[in-house]
């Protein structure tokens, strides 16, 4: 037990309170029981730019979610977990109800990218779909297709001004701490597109990818699957099948899908044509 944590006085989970840094190692196993593939930097990310809130039990958290804001209006919800023996006892419905008074008290709007199962919660709570998404994995190497080279400081305002329209809400801090992960960073040299990409627990995760055309899109995946060793995820947008078809030639399996959603709003905010992998949904 963390030692500034009083016992439960009754065997009923308390209240979702906001989790403090010092509940990262219980964080981070609870997305690790999972199977997921968050890092401690992932997790110090919403600790120190968003909220994480918690449902804790003798002072371990057995239920989760982050709110982390994308500018000053829309709110991106993620890390909504409950552990293994704990589902099905509305914790995750109560601590998505947090999340939302977090926004409402805001003013901004709660968007986010919903696993099957929390589908099932969020439906109900007033979310509306916006758009498909699907979970590839496979490996990295190969061959890349040139055009593209690595993203420095000076790129990272027009990477910043493409993302926010393609998301439809501004990221600029999370973007530059992608761009210094490690990971692929990469910008089309004609400045039509970029890559980025962050280690994992599991995998390197490719994505945000925006791209004005799917033929720049396509290279700039080519080149940073190309750029890695090891396993690779990318969640592709649905709405462009012709990727899906390149990663499927270059050996990726889809795993499962998220579906992009928002309280209470039913058209998506920005250019989700331009928009063909997400950040991961726990960052839209
Ligand atoms: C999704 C998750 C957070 C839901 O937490 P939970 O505490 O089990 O959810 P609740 O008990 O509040 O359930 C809310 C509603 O969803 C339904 N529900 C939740 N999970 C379900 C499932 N896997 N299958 C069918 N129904 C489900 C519940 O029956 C309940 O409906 P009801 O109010 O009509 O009874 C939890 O299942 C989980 O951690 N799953 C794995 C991680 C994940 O997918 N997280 C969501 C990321 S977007």
């Not at 809400?169 to 530059?176: D, G, T, V």
């Amino acid at each position: 037990m963390a030692p500034t944590e009083p016992a439960p006085l009754t065997p009923h989970a308390p209240a979702p309170h906001a989790l403090a840094p010092h509940a990262l190692d219980d964080c981070r196993a609870l997305s690790a029981e999972a199977g997921w593939n968050q890092t401690a930097a992932d997790w110090m990310t919403f600790f120190r730019s968003g909220t994480v809130f918690g449902i804790t039990e003798g002072g371990t958290p057995v239920a989760t979610g982050a709110v982390i804001a994308h500018g000053p209006r829309v709110a991106w919800i993620g890390m909504v977990l409950v552990r293994g023996d704990r589902r099905g006892g509305g914790l995750g419905t109560q601590i998505l109800k947090v999340c939302l008074d977090h926004c409402r008290a805001r003013g901004l709007l709660p968007v986010l990218d919903a696993t099957p199962a929390g589908e099932r919660v969020y439906r109900p709570l007033g979310f509306l779909p916006w758009f498909g998404l699907t979970r590839w994995d496979g490996a990295g190497g190969g061959r890349a297709a040139g055009g593209m080279r690595n993203i420095g400081p000076a790129d990272l305002p027009r990477i910043a001004e493409a993302d926010a329209a393609a998301l439809g809400a501004p990221r600029p801090a999370l973007l530059a701490g992608l761009a210094a992960s490690g990971a692929p960073a990469l910008i089309a040299e004609a400045g039509s597109g970029f890559a980025l990409g962050r280690p994992g627990r599991i995998a390197t995760q490719i994505g945000p990818v925006v791209a004005e055309d799917e033929s720049t899109a396509a290279r700039l995946i080519e080149a940073a699957i190309a750029a890695v060793s090891g396993p690779v995820i990318i969640d592709l947008a649905d709405h462009h099948a012709g990727l899906a078809d390149l990663l499927r030639a270059r050996g990726f399996t889809p795993r499962r899908p998220f579906l992009r959603m928002a309280l209470a709003q039913a058209t998506p905010l920005g250019t989700p044509a331009h928009l063909y992998a997400a950040a991961g949904p726990e960052f839209g």
